[in-house]
């Protein structure tokens, strides 16, 4: 991306350098069609896992304080009177997805590994290319925030994994049915990650990697609690198993079935929410 700047300056070495080429040329592509110092910026969408059990659907492991009685609930009382919509309950994993691009500091995503082997001969080793792997782990630090709403959901994800390995419950009846091909035998606690790198406009999507069959391996418990003796910002270091891990990138045609679930599955579900359609309802009663 270029600026006024850039391609005043652009404009200038072309003159000055209309005797050196090469020199030329490395200008213009510094000054006027690339920026080396600011790539874009990154942001971490995530499909969360359905956790199916029966026990734990609907919000039956998570206290919503936010229609649960106090000052929040009477603001949805009062604006229920005035625009006469009916708040919804609120999915909390879909919604705690929703926090995941804000308080996502830092990503170490899974190594690509390209394996070789050895063809031996008279006249010495012939290398070659014999897999194309990628690591297992996927590494995230989130900013915690008040009250530990990043803890608490990978709180309940293990405890959810727990019980299911117990059997103290079970999934949902289509994880079980046999006949049922899309569900039979899959994990219901899986979430997937896509990570998207913008263009400093953060509008032009120049890269998406997706992890898929994505659950936590420890919890930073250590980290969470802190030190009496500093008052910090807590940073929650989360390490994942990942399953599979592809990426694409823009102007190649490989993987673009990542970018196509991004921005036909992943981003319109911040289209509107309760919040937006009530702040709508009130325009209109204004206007």
């Not at 289509?174 to 998207?196: E, H, M, P, T």
């Not at 190649?252 to 992943?266: G, Y």
Request: proline share 6%; net charge negative; charged share 20%.
């Amino acid at each position: 991306m270029s600026s006024p700047q850039g391609l005043g300056l652009n404009a200038l070495l072309t003159a000055l350098l209309s005797h050196n080429k090469p020199l030329q040329h490395f200008y213009s592509q510094l000054y006027k069609k690339y920026n080396p110092d600011i790539t874009g910026y990154t942001l971490i969408f995530m499909i969360p896992p359905e956790f199916s059990s029966p026990s734990y659907a609907n919000n039956k492991k998570v206290a919503l304080e936010s229609f649960s009685g106090g000052f929040f609930s009477s603001i949805i009382d009062f604006l229920k009177d005035i625009t006469g919509l009916e708040p919804e309950i609120l999915n909390s994993l879909d919604e705690f997805a929703k926090y995941y691009p804000f308080f996502a500091l830092d990503y170490t995503p899974p190594q690509t590994r390209v394996g070789n082997s050895q063809v031996q001969s008279r006249s010495g080793a012939l290398t070659y290319a014999s897999d194309v792997t990628e690591s297992e782990t996927v590494n995230i630090s989130f900013l915690e925030s008040s009250p530990l709403g990043i803890y608490k959901f990978h709180l309940l994800w293990v405890e959810y994994i727990r019980e299911i390995l117990r059997g103290e419950i079970a999934p949902a009846d289509k994880y079980l049915n046999r006949y049922n091909i899309g569900y039979f035998g899959a994990q219901d606690y899986l979430a997937s990650l896509y990570i998207v790198k913008y263009l400093p406009d953060m509008d032009t999507i120049t890269y998406v990697a997706k992890c898929t069959g994505v659950f936590p391996l420890s919890l930073p418990s250590k980290e969470l609690i802190g030190s009496r003796t500093t008052n910090e910002i807590t940073i929650l270091p989360f390490e994942y198993s990942c399953i599979s891990f592809r990426e694409y990138v823009e102007g190649i045609s490989n993987n673009d079935w990542i970018l196509k679930e991004l921005t036909d599955d992943v981003l319109p579900t911040y289209d509107s929410s309760l919040f937006d359609i009530i702040t709508d309802k009130l325009k209109d009663i204004i206007d």
